[in-house]
Nanobody, 126 residues
Framework: QVLQVESGGGSVQAGGSLTLSCQVFGYTRSTYCLGWFRQAPGKGREGVAAIDDDGYANYADSVKGRFTISKDNANNTLYLQMNWLKPEDTAMYYC????????????????????WGQGTQVTVSS
């Protein structure tokens, strides 16, 4: 079983940057992939970025060019570097793991993960 613990959320002005971290426990190669999702008030959860065990990464169109997902395999930590933040990026951000059979090259609307962290809040003010 995989467990994730997120950190790094906070409040920032538009145009600023934040880096989210996710400590992953119990990850094995069969877990295959990790990702970040977000959910804004009154909206559904949406995929933001995902990375597979080979290091291939994919992003939602809304964050391409601004966000970067990466992982530190030695420390079992997943990161999300967020630059040029916008008010519409305001949401609870969740670290996700375990996506058996998923090709993350597909559009983010088709990402399905099995394990979720508790979330960390990101608030961007204009």
């Amino acid at each position: 079983q995989v467990l994730q613990v997120e950190s790094g959320g906070g409040s920032v002005q538009a145009g600023g940057s934040l880096t989210l971290s996710c400590q992953v426990f119990g990850y094995t190669r069969s877990t295959y992939c990790l990702g970040w999702f977000r959910q804004a008030p009154g909206k559904g959860r949406e995929g933001v970025a995902a990375i597979d065990d080979d290091g291939y990464a994919n992003y939602a169109d809304s964050v391409k060019g601004r966000f970067t997902i990466s992982k530190d395999n030695a420390n079992n930590t997943l990161y999300l570097q967020m630059n040029w933040l916008k008010p519409e990026d305001t949401a609870m951000y969740y670290c996700a793991a375990d996506c058996p059979g998923l090709d993350i090259a597909t559009t983010s609307e088709n990402w399905h993960f099995l394990s979720w962290g508790q979330g960390t809040q990101v608030t961007v003010s204009s």
